[in-house]
């Protein structure tokens, strides 16, 4: 067997190995295609700071405040009956900024008023990321790392 067979054989059985002891998760993969479907360096990727969730009446709210050098987006996530749920946001500094919700079902869009206020109702939980673009030339500010809501 020469030495190009046995290294061959020996990395097929430890990725064999490898699959049984550690699989990969499901969805990873996808996941992972998914937040880099966006990435360039063309504009700022915003960082989560904190998070918060408390129990309100009627369901859960999750706040989550996510930083650039540039600009900060606060969104609470607040579960709805009909099981998907409402995104309530805030950019600062505020600005009539277009935003957009990816999902792996899709983008909703939605216009932050003058004071940076935005709403996406009806949001399917799962997998999401928010983009913040410029109303002229919808050129791409920020985004968020994904997230599940």
Same mark, same amino acid.
């Given at each position: 067997m020469g030495s190009d067979l046995r290294d061959e054989f020996v990395v097929e059985e430890l990725g064999q190995l490898y #699959? @049984?002891? +550690?699989?990969?998760?499901?969805?990873l993969v996808e996941r992972i295609t998914f937040a880099l479907e966006l990435w360039s360096e063309d504009f700022a990727v /915003? @960082? %989560? @700071?904190?998070? /918060? =969730? =408390?129990?309100? $009446?009627?369901?859960?709210t999750r706040t989550i405040t996510? +930083? #650039?050098?540039?600009l900060t987006v606060m969104i609470d996530i607040s579960e709805r009956q009909d099981g998907t749920v409402r995104? +309530?946001?805030?950019? =600062? %500094?505020?600005d009539a900024h277009l935003v957009e /919700? $990816? #999902? %792996? !079902?899709? &983008? #909703?869009?939605? /216009? =932050? +008023?003058a004071a940076g206020r935005f709403v996406l109702d009806e949001v399917p939980r799962g997998l999401v !990321?928010? &983009?913040? $673009?410029?109303t002229e030339g919808n050129e791409p500010l920020a985004l968020t790392p994904s997230i599940v809501v």
């Open positions: #699959s @049984r002891v +550690d699989p990969v998760p499901p969805g /915003l @960082r %989560p @700071r904190e998070e /918060l =969730a =408390a129990g309100v $009446r009627g369901g859960e996510f +930083d #650039s050098a540039s995104v +309530d946001g805030w950019l =600062a %500094p505020p /919700l $990816r #999902s %792996p !079902q899709g &983008v #909703s869009t939605t /216009l =932050a +008023d !990321q928010i &983009v913040v $673009r410029a």
